[in-house]
């Protein structure tokens, strides 16, 4: 009678003698073949997760090339390849039988600052499976990732920017830079006597006239990015040994406003930044500046900013305590930075102390501006300007 393949396992599963042997033998090639699938998927894992990093930022870096008009529309493909490619470019050795062929593809809407630009790349990547994978008919194992990114200027992102500027006594020293003035008088010659003539001497230029210059071109520059006046807003405050309401100018959708204001700065008296550091924060995290922008382009959560400047040290205070006037600005700070406000701070040829408060101030080393020059102070207000204007990009799946 013949035994059926069925009736043979089964026999064999009663009997006991050598079992473990066989079944081992038998699940042996199964252990591998799985395993080696493990190997396989982990890897491919591992290289979708690269390949979606590498595009990401070869989406991120186009659109922020394209909106900062570095780039043209039609490098931006060009541009998106090349930069993936050098994400990756050291995948090869990481991965058997490598490749990933990106195709990048750029939009956009809208015309002007408004310009909105979209950028897609979607990459297939391939590597080599391990040796016994393939027994299961699998040479290759493929993955298909896409990155997109959105970029727009800033001039549709609403933001709220208070200046926190000082007008203290020492502002009215040299800055080092000078000018030649054209100085009208009576002059005398022993020809003529005296006659009415115009004379050209070199002066300096007062730490307080480049700062106004300063303000004028930050100011211009967030103006330029929001030419409708419906998404930025801003004011200032100045302090010398106290801040006192004709040193306020509310935070309004009217840049100019605080150039005006800032130019009409006077230099006198000594320092403390307490007063006017808590009512600049008070303005940028108030009710109020939410409802402002809220009623005039429905955000509920603009960007907010204080650029707090010295040139000198605290000075008042505290008879007791010399420290006071800095632990409370300090104080105010940092509270602010824990309602989300970035804060700029530029030391103006100041001494180490007014230093330190600045730099504890700000919202990290990169946004603390060391200004020993009356250009480089300049240059600190055009860098803030730039930055706060800077792009709005966003990752989207």
Request: glycine letters at 8%; aromatic letters at 8%; a negative charge.
């Amino acid at each position: 009678m013949t035994t059926s393949p069925i009736m043979m396992i089964a026999k064999l599963l009663r009997d006991n003698d050598g079992n473990f042997a066989i079944l081992a033998a038998l699940m042996m090639p199964v252990v591998f073949i799985a395993g080696s699938l493990a190997i396989d998927t982990t890897s491919a894992l591992s290289m979708k997760v690269r390949l979606q990093n590498a595009a990401d930022s070869a989406a991120l870096a186009t659109t922020s090339q394209l909106a900062a008009e570095k780039i043209t529309e039609a490098e931006a493909v060009a541009y998106a390849t090349s930069f993936f490619k050098g994400q990756i470019a050291d995948d090869a050795s990481a991965f058997d039988g490598f490749s990933a062929v990106p195709t990048a593809s750029v939009s956009k809407t809208g015309t002007g600052s408004k310009t909105l630009w979209k950028v897609d790349i979607s990459v297939v990547g391939s590597q080599k499976t391990s040796g016994l994978a393939s027994f299961v008919g699998r040479d290759t194992i493929d993955v298909a990732i896409v990155g997109t990114s959105e970029s727009a200027r800033d001039g549709s992102n609403p933001l709220s920017m208070m200046l926190v500027l000082d007008r203290s006594g020492s502002m009215a020293w040299a800055s080092g830079r000078t000018t030649t003035e054209t100085v009208s008088g009576w002059c005398w010659s022993y020809r003529s006597g005296w006659y009415w003539c115009e004379t050209t001497q070199e002066v300096d230029v007062p730490k307080i006239d480049v700062l106004k210059e300063a303000v004028a071109d930050l100011t211009a520059h967030i103006e330029e990015s929001d030419p409708t006046n419906e998404y930025a807003r801003m004011g200032a405050v100045a302090y010398n040994s106290e801040t006192r309401n004709s040193d306020k100018r509310t935070i309004t959708w009217t840049k100019s406003d605080v150039t005006d204001f800032a130019n009409g700065l006077h230099a006198t008296g000594g320092t403390n930044s307490e007063y006017a550091m808590k009512w600049g924060y008070e303005q940028v995290t108030g009710s109020t500046e939410v409802n402002a922008h809220f009623s005039k382009n429905g955000s509920k959560v603009p960007s907010t900013f204080i650029v707090f400047m010295t040139d000198g040290e605290n000075s008042t205070g505290s008879s007791s305590q010399n420290d006071y006037a800095d632990r409370q600005t300090l104080y105010y700070c940092t509270k602010a930075k824990e309602k989300g406000v970035t804060i700029f701070s530029v030391a103006f040829q100041a001494p180490q102390r007014g230093k330190n408060l600045l730099s504890s101030c700000a919202s990290g080393s990169s946004f603390y501006y060391d200004a020993d020059s009356a250009d480089e102070l300049k240059k600190a207000f055009k860098d803030i300007g730039e930055e706060a204007v800077k792009l709005v990009t966003r990752l989207t799946r």
